[in-house]
């Protein structure tokens, strides 16, 4: 194991899903590092420094208990944490833009803009600044610019260090990384990052690049694998139109090593804040420097993402006898994936909202996500970005959304089910018990594919799945 000078001292502007975990495993695996993460919102700080942490991630709250009150704070000094630090990592949200040039398509970049004046105004002597956020390529020049026309006497290196954790894993992502990513020009202030790193992942496992590489790579990156996700869920749709069985072909071309069996599970489409953010803003860089088919290729991951979700909630429709006003559907899981509480581009609320505009009534259960946030993401679905949500879109909401506190009591009375995230715990309800309290028939839509069908079907349930047949009682 290297060392590193004990005085480290590292601030992390941030502290959302990304910031938190990456921290909290630094400060564990370093305990002579001080690592300061702070943010501007008081509450989620709380969070930090409550037991019950603002980000759920299986195994999260044992590396924050090691490390929290040791060398791990969390508070909104940032003033402070800045000036004291030699290390600054930048893990605030980068939302794609809703407004002005590059609407829908580019990252709003105002809170890295703000974090780097903040940066620049609070420092002295030398000072290492690290991009954690996935940011469009050559944002590091914007980033060095602010901080070397605002600066009070200081001096910066900047380094891209994207962060490759899927939620869900974080931990073990963070504790056993395919590879770590350090991208920057001075090659001293790359090797003082590596340096903390390399406390607990293997050398080889760290790659340096240059600045530009780096932030590229993490783009790609997300691009490539949303496009597996797009790429087996176009074949979903081919597999329900001749019969085909996606999980058989989705085995059949993982077994090729060229190929590979990750990622090709087929779903009700992809979400999450990272997969459509981070092409959109890949395709707006292709259009940027006119490179208009490159961008019109890469559109299409998303534009086959919004057909599988669309696919999924007209395919309800039609089942139920094209028609599913005024019936109780049951949502099983709102998060993005399974092991998160994080519902941002959740594929759910797409489905949802549909379902909605249909007339259905809404009984929603997720065993992490609050009501409060089932609310506002469904209003933020129908909200108008210039006259936000009508009364009308409200009404429809509160009188047609419930939230229930289980499985079953979600599916009671229900005349359908539609599993919408992978929660291990929809595999193994009581069907006997979920089936009585159903109406007739029975159907139930599983746009994760995780149930066993067979065993569904011998209790009377009709089984629609995504790229599968459909099976029935007969
Ligand atoms: C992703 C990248 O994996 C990670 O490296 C990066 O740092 C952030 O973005 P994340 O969005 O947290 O991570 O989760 P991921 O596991 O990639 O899943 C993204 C979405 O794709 C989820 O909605 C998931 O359900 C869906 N998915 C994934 C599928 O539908 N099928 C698959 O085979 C894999
Ligand atoms: P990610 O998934 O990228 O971690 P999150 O939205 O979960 O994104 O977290 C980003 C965090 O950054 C939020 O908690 C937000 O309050 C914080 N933040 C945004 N801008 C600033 C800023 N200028 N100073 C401090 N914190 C900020």
């Not at 700080?45 to 299986?58: A, T």
């Not at 004291?84 to 590059?102: H, L, Q, R, S, W």
């Not at 894993?169 to 790359?190: C, F, M, N, W, Y």
Request: with cysteine.
């Amino acid at each position: 194991m290297n060392t590193t000078p004990s005085s480290l001292k590292i601030c992390c502007i941030g502290a959302g899903y990304v910031g938190g975990p990456t921290m909290a495993m630094i400060a564990k695996q370093c305990p002579d590092i001080d690592v300061h993460v702070v943010d501007l919102n008081q509450t989620r700080v709380d969070q930090w420094n409550s037991s019950d942490l603002p980000v759920y991630e299986p195994g999260l709250d044992e590396v924050v208990q090691e490390a929290r009150g040791r060398n791990l704070r969390f508070s909104t000094n940032v003033d402070q944490a800045i000036s004291e630090a030699d290390i600054i990592f930048i893990a605030v949200n980068t939302p794609t833009k809703y407004f002005g040039i590059g609407a829908g398509r580019a990252a709003n970049l105002e809170f890295i803009e703000k974090c780097a004046r903040k940066i620049a105004e609070c420092s002295q002597g030398h000072k290492i600044v690290v991009e954690k956020s996935t940011l469009p390529v050559r944002t590091a020049e914007a980033v060095k610019r602010i901080l070397n026309s605002a600066a009070k006497g200081a001096t910066f290196d900047v380094l891209s260090n994207p962060e490759f954790l899927a939620e869900g894993t974080a931990v073990q992502d963070l504790l056993h990384p395919d590879r770590v990513l350090i991208g920057g020009e001075s090659k001293e202030a790359v090797e003082r990052l590596v340096q903390v790193y390399a406390r607990w992942i293997p050398r080889e496992r760290i790659l340096t690049t240059n600045l530009w590489s780096s932030e590229l790579s993490k783009l790609t990156a997300n691009a490539f694998l949303a496009q597996r996700v797009s790429s087996i869920n176009a074949i979903s749709a081919l597999c329900e139109a001749t019969g085909a069985d996606v999980d058989e072909v989705a085995r059949a071309i993982g077994t090729d090593s060229r190929i590979g069996p990750k990622f090709l599970k087929a779903s009700v489409g992809f979400g999450g804040s990272c997969f459509q953010k981070d092409i959109l803003n890949l395709v707006y860089l292709c259009e940027h420097f006119g490179l208009r088919e490159v961008a019109q290729y890469w559109e299409q991951v998303v534009v086959m993402n919004d057909y599988q979700k669309r696919r999924f909630s007209e395919r309800i429709v039609r089942t139920m006898f094209n028609t599913v006003s005024d019936k109780k559907i049951a949502i099983w899981g709102f998060a993005f994936k399974k092991d998160t509480n994080d519902t941002r581009e959740s594929a759910a609320i797409h489905v949802c909202r549909d379902l909605l505009e249909e007339r259905a009534r809404l009984v929603i259960y997720d065993p992490r996500v609050p009501e409060s946030q089932i609310r506002s993401e469904l209003e933020m679905a129908f909200a108008d970005l210039v006259g936000g949500l009508s009364d009308k879109h409200k009404k429809l909401i509160d009188a047609n959304v419930t939230v229930a506190t289980d499985a079953y009591a979600a599916a009671k009375d229900a005349h359908a089910i539609a599993v919408l995230t992978e929660w291990d715990e929809f595999k193994t309800v009581d069907a006997t018990r979920v089936f009585e309290g159903m109406r007739r028939p029975a159907f139930v839509f599983d746009g994760r594919n995780i149930l066993d069908r067979e065993n569904l079907v011998k209790h009377g349930f009709e089984v629609h799945s995504i790229g599968r047949p459909s099976l029935a009682h007969i």
